[in-house]
């Protein structure tokens, strides 16, 4: 069992920066695949960024490229999202998940999900 804890949501105006972090309570941490996803009031939950077990392989929605950067510390056990020059449009409460894959140009999200934290860009 993985449990997977959000933080460093807010406010923000457009433009602005934020960055997340999810801290995970597992021993086997290094050993998953780890991604962002978001939710925008209404829409369904769409994949945002991964990285793979050791940080040498990260995926973007083409709708953060070049605007957000994921990472990981294993010897914290925790990712983080950087999201830099923020839009109105990437209000949404962001999820944490582990376990996922990425295969065939799409990401395959895990059986883990933290329970979100919520970024509000102000336009």
């Known amino acids: 069992q993985v449990q997977l804890v959000e933080s460093g949501g807010g406010l923000v105006p457009a433009g602005g920066s934020l960055r997340l972090s999810c801290a995970a309570s597992?021993?086997?941490?290094?050993?998953?695949?780890m991604g962002w996803f978001r939710q925008a009031p209404g829409k369904e939950r769409d994949f945002v960024a991964a990285?793979?077990?050791?940080?040498?392989?990260?995926h973007y929605a083409d709708s953060v490229k070049g605007r957000f950067t994921i990472s990981r510390e294993n010897a914290e056990n925790t990712i983080y999202l950087q999201m830099n020059s923020l839009k109105s449009e990437d209000t949404a409460v962001y999820y944490c998940?582990?376990?996922?894959?990425?295969?065939?140009?799409?990401?395959?999200?895990?059986?883990?999900w933290g329970k979100g934290t919520l970024v509000t860009v102000s336009s």
């Open positions: 998940n582990a376990g996922g894959s990425y295969s065939s140009g799409s990401f395959v999200r895990g059986d883990y």
């Open positions: 597992t021993r086997t941490f290094s050993m998953y695949t």
């Open positions: 990285i793979n077990w050791n940080g040498g392989s990260t």
